[in-house]
């Protein structure tokens, strides 16, 4: 806590005073990170902080309130951060199992569970250095219709393709997905 001081530093900070700026992250960036770890658990702490303080920063010269106020203010923002990045989680996975579904149709000889293993079972940086094994139109496709969440029309528009050529590298995408996992020992 800043104590007495804190009135005068808030004002300086609103001002664009930086280093006074500097003093209020310092004050609450270590707690704020701390209650992210236990209330943000499938996230990344970090990340979400970073949010809260880019909202904060955005809000700042608005903000009106004595210390007690301010950390309030700040912790609050965090916890609707972590709601908002669940919330995109759940829309993701939701999405994920949709598209699998599409691609494990009758007919269609991919199976789901490569996809889910990468995005339930392994860090970000894993999947990702997964996804960059595939063709370029193969990981963009893959990124787009998993990781962003856009229908196969979408994809087709940014990429520039048909619908059926993106769902073609989708399922090949995911194909060779699970080739790779299998040779790493991944067991579906």
Known sequence: M?????ANI????QRGDEAAFASLWLDVNPALVKYLRVVAREVD???IAAETWVTVVKGLARFRGDEMAWRAWVFTTARRRGIDEGRRRTRRRAALES??????APGRLVPPDPALVV????DTQAALALVAQLSPLQAEVIALRVI???DVEAVARLVGRTPGAVRVAAHRGLRRLAQILARQGVTL
Do not use: K, P, T, Y
């Not at 995005?119 to 392994?122: G, N, P």
């Open 10 to 13: 808030l004002a300086r900070a």
């Open 2 to 6: 800043i104590g007495e001081e804190f």
């Open 45 to 47: 702490e970090e990340d």
């Open 148 to 150: 962003a969440g856009l």
């Open 119 to 122: 995005l339930e079972r392994m």
């Open 99 to 104: 598209h699998v579904a599409e691609l494990a």
